[in-house]
């Protein structure tokens, strides 16, 4: 029997590791790759309350809770993948012995059992007042995180060691040393690794602890799982050994074996495989015993102190926390450097509707896109933001709004991405070879995709001089990324300038401010999204501003006059 | 090798030596024509076949045979690393590329290997180059990109000027034969690229060469270690501005330079191009002059042996 729930476990787990794995550039297939993200209760919940918009989406979580009527929560024990998480962490890190309740029967675990409706009830007040807890809590937010920020670029990691460690064998098979991986980097990574060690290691006092007594999608499944269709009862032939008692993973089950709290059961079905009896059935119910009647044990004090916290981390939120931060207003206070990818909801939307569950970083073709620490306020932990000197927004990808499952990236068709103004670079003449010392350097406006950079003379100057043209310029980052400055670079990509439209379109927009994004090379069918057929662009790849181009521009260096 | 044969070698090997002198002192044999086998020291083949002509450039040097023996690990260095089609001339005609390996391949080669340090996306260079593609049935010959450091090991550079020490690809530098396959291209930094230049795709840590040295004597610097032996200059058409990447002028010249004097062959090639919009003498561009006058090479053309052929 608990081979029956493994094997669905690992069912729907390699459903998930697929979609994750198909959460890539290029989109190539139609697979819906937020599927599990979307099924998620806590999910569903907390966007909803907290950005007050209803999304069609949310029927999925709707489904998953209304199974609690039918199969109480056998969603916990045989679809989550956070659930799936734990039982594989636990039983890496203890034996076998040490994985069972410290205090066995219901009972003895009232008190802490209802420990995730509070923290339900934290959750849903901290919507109501505006912020999303969804990233802390939401089971499979924080496995997608977990899987697709962690166990990803970890696995290609391992792949790359293996390959280094195999060097010896390259004298006999040559073609070995060509297999080359490029691994992927993935900041603050060490705290999604350890949130999830941490609540696997819980564990020692009783498994699946974080299912049993924290999680709120558990919590929300549980409160629809009074009685479901399918449930434990137990007939004559007990003896009331208490076996099931001991063992049951989830200690639903009372002191009184008859009785079980159904809320709390995820028909794993261990029970019933233990008893000597076969008195345990989940079918055909008839129990000898009438089973106690089921109660949620929340006291009034503890609720009220739940739904004071939650919106007192909203009001926390909301009035400074860690830093003053004034989003919604004319002028909002945001890092210069926190860019957000294209098509981003304006940032107290994006806040509202981001859940981290990573998957956009995953995706993302260049590894741009990295989880933040906290640049965006305590709110804004593990939410995307591009790192250009890591890598640049390619041009041609829109990947992390079409696998984004709650819109806080919008959707956008490639077009539209491309006008998509996510800042405007800006050149640190302090460090710029150009500008201070002197040297002949093209990189920035060689490599922008929209020719937005040109060289003009500038007095005192050999060299023409790097300028941006902030109506052209996207933001993109490829600029700031290939600067041959050490360290930081002389060309930098801030948010000055950033489009991020709740609805309408960016060609218009862009077009209403006088933006002109021209990529005028054409792209290839299937290759990298930064691969264009450059044609007919004017030499040097650079902007030349007529009848202003330096002398030197005519003959690169290494050649000497006669 | 018995003693009696070596000796006799010796004697036979000391009486040709002593008459080409001799004839030499009379002035009847040039001492750069002579040599035991006669081969001139460069050719220039013309013609509007890409694999013929390349073939017939290395036969009129005496042969691929001169270079790669039966067995030979052979390491090929084109320019692939543009993700650019063949026509751009950021990269070596596929099909230059692809009769050097037969080439190779013919004389008996155990491994061919063709290799560069991609700059744009690896896929796409391999994709867009259509060099893997072309040279995927010659036999023993694998096509790949090299950007992993692995694949690079630390070699001392004892004439260095820059630098005494780099890393290089361990292949390029255990290779029996190593063959540079160079498109003629412009060049943003070093003025032209071409054999001596692209041995960058060799190396693991190019940026350095722009930043922290001065360019044109780490290129030489470089090749005073990653010397190849035979350099096949592409010129079935050259990039004459905007290199190295491109866009820019695409000037035809049908012709392919064969040398085992890369100071020679690339000053041929600026020799018999035009770039930006120009004329441009050899000894113009920095490196190769450089190269030069560090006795790497020949820039002195008008004093070689060139084999001149059109087909």
Redesign the interface.
């Known amino acids: 029997m608990k081979r029956f729930q493994r094997l669905i476990q690992l069912l729907s787990f390699g459903i998930f590791s697929l979609l994750l794995v198909w959460a890539a550039y290029p989109e190539t297939r139609e697979a819906p790759v937020d599927a599990f993200l979307r099924i998620d209760p806590i999910i569903a919940l907390t966007t909803l309350i907290a950005s007050r918009e209803f999304q069609t989406g949310f029927i999925w979580a709707a489904i998953v809770l209304i199974s609690g009527l039918f199969i109480g929560r056998a969603f916990c024990g045989y679809v989550c993948p956070m659930g799936t998480t734990i039982d594989l962490f636990q039983s890496l890190i203890y034996p076998k012995s040490k994985l069972r309740a410290t205090r066995a029967g219901y009972e003895a675990n009232r008190g802490r059992r209802s420990l995730k409706y509070y923290v339900l009830a934290v959750v849903v007040c901290a919507a109501i007042g505006g912020v999303s807890l969804a990233f802390l809590v939401a089971p499979i937010s924080l496995a997608t995180r977990f899987w697709g920020l962690v166990i990803y670029p970890v696995t290609l990691w391992i792949a790359d060691l293996g390959?280094?460690l195999a060097?010896p064998l390259h004298q006999y098979v040559?073609?070995l040393?060509?297999i080359?991986?490029?691994r992927r980097v993935f900041a603050t990574n060490m705290f999604i690794a350890g949130f999830i060690v941490f609540i696997s290691a819980l564990a020692i006092k009783g498994p699946r602890f974080w299912c049993s007594y924290l999680c709120p999608a558990g919590a929300m499944i549980a409160l629809f799982s009074k009685k479901p269709l399918v449930y434990r009862s137990v007939n004559s032939s007990c003896t009331e050994c208490g076996k099931c008692v001991r063992n049951c993973p989830m200690v639903a089950i009372r002191e009184n074996p008859h009785s079980t709290a159904h809320r709390e059961c995820l028909l794993c079905l261990r029970c019933k495989e233990l008893c000597p009896e076969n008195a345990i059935s989940f079918y055909s119910h008839n129990e000898t015993l009438k089973p106690e009647p089921a109660t949620l044990d929340l006291t009034r004090r503890a609720m009220l102190l739940s739904a004071v916290s939650g919106l007192g981390v909203a009001s926390l939120v909301g009035t400074g926390w860690n830093e003053p931060r004034l989003l919604g207003q004319e002028r909002a206070v945001t890092p210069a450097d926190l860019i957000r990818p294209p098509g981003a909801m304006p940032e107290p939307e994006f806040l509202k509707l981001c859940v981290r569950c990573g998957l956009c970083m995953k995706a993302c073709a260049t590894n741009t896109l990295q989880p933040i620490w906290f640049k965006a306020g305590v709110e804004g932990l593990f939410s995307p933001s591009l790192v250009p000197r890591l890598a640049a927004c390619a041009v041609n990808c829109a990947v992390c709004g079409s696998v984004c499952p709650t819109g806080a990236i919008r959707k956008l068709p490639i077009e539209e991405k491309i006008q998509a103004k996510i800042g405007t670079a800006w050149i640190d003449r302090q460090n710029c070879l150009v500008w201070n010392r002197d040297k002949k350097c093209?990189v920035c406006g060689?490599v922008c995709p929209y020719h937005a950079i040109s060289f003009q003379p500038a007095s005192g100057r050999r060299n023409g001089v790097p300028v941006v043209h902030p109506n052209r310029c996207c933001g993109c980052g490829w600029c700031e990324n290939k600067c041959?400055v050490?360290g930081a670079g002389a060309i930098k990509v801030s948010v000055v300038g950033e489009l991020r439209l709740a609805s309408g379109s960016y060609i218009e927009k862009a077009k209403e401010y006088g933006l002109e994004f021209k990529i005028a090379d054409k792209k290839?069918d299937k290759?990298?999204p930064?691969?264009f057929?450059?044609?007919?662009?004017d030499?040097?790849?650079g902007i030349q501003e007529k009848n202003s181009s330096p002398k030197q521009e005519?003959?690169?260096?290494?050649?000497?006059?006669? | 090798m018995s003693h009696d044969e070596s000796r006799r070698k010796f004697l036979k090997n000391s009486l040709v030596v002593s008459a080409a002198m001799a004839g030499a002192s009379f002035g009847l044999i040039d001492p750069l024509e002579a040599g035991a086998e006669d081969y001139p020291d460069m050719s220039i083949c013309n013609g509007k076949d890409a694999a013929l002509i390349t073939r017939q450039a290395v036969e009129a040097l005496g042969g691929i045979k001169r270079f790669v023996r039966p067995g030979a690990k052979v390491v090929i260095k084109p320019n692939m690393s543009f993700?650019?089609?063949p026509e751009?001339a950021a990269n070596t005609n596929p099909l230059v590329v692809r009769e050097v390996a037969r080439m190779c391949a013919e004389a008996g080669a155990s491994?061919i290997?063709i290799v560069d340090n991609v700059l744009?996306?690896?896929?796409?260079c391999m994709?867009?180059s259509k060099i893997p593609e072309y040279c995927k049935d010659v036999p023993n010959t694998?096509t790949?990109?090299?950007?992993?450091e692995?694949?690079f090991r630390e070699v001392s550079v004892e004439r260095g000027t820059q630098f005494k020490k780099m890393r290089a690809l361990?292949?390029a530098l255990d290779a029996d034969t190593l063959i540079a396959v160079p498109v003629g291209k412009?060049?943003?930094?070093?003025?032209?690229s071409m054999s001596m230049k692209g041995m960058m795709g060799l190396i693991y840590d190019r940026?350095s060469f722009?930043?922290r040295y001065d360019?044109?004597e780490s290129i030489v610097d470089m090749v005073t270690v990653l010397k190849p032996h035979l350099v096949v200059i592409d010129g079935t058409r050259i990039l004459s501005?905007?290199g190295p990447?491109?866009?820019?002028e695409v000037i035809p010249l049908d012709l392919v330079i064969a040398s085992a004097d890369m100071v020679a062959a690339d000053a041929q090639m600026v020799a018999l191009g035009k770039?930006?919009g120009k004329k441009?003498?050899p000894?113009?561009?920095?490196?190769i002059?450089m190269a030069a006058e560090r006795g790497l090479g020949r820039i002195d053309l008008d004093k070689l042996n060139i084999k001149k052929i059109s087909v």
Do not use: C, M
Request: aromatic share 6%.
């Open positions: 390959l280094d060097t040559p073609d040393a060509y080359q991986i490029s093209l060689e041959p050490e290839f290759l990298a930064d691969t057929e450059s044609s007919g662009i030499e040097g790849g005519q003959l690169p260096a290494g050649i000497l006059d006669e | 993700a650019r089609s751009t491994r290997s744009n996306n690896p896929a796409d994709k867009l694998h790949n990109y090299i950007k992993n692995r694949l361990s292949d412009s060049h943003g930094s070093a003025g032209v940026t722009h930043n360019l044109h501005t905007g990447g491109g866009p820019g770039w930006y441009l003498e000894k113009q561009i920095k490196h002059r």
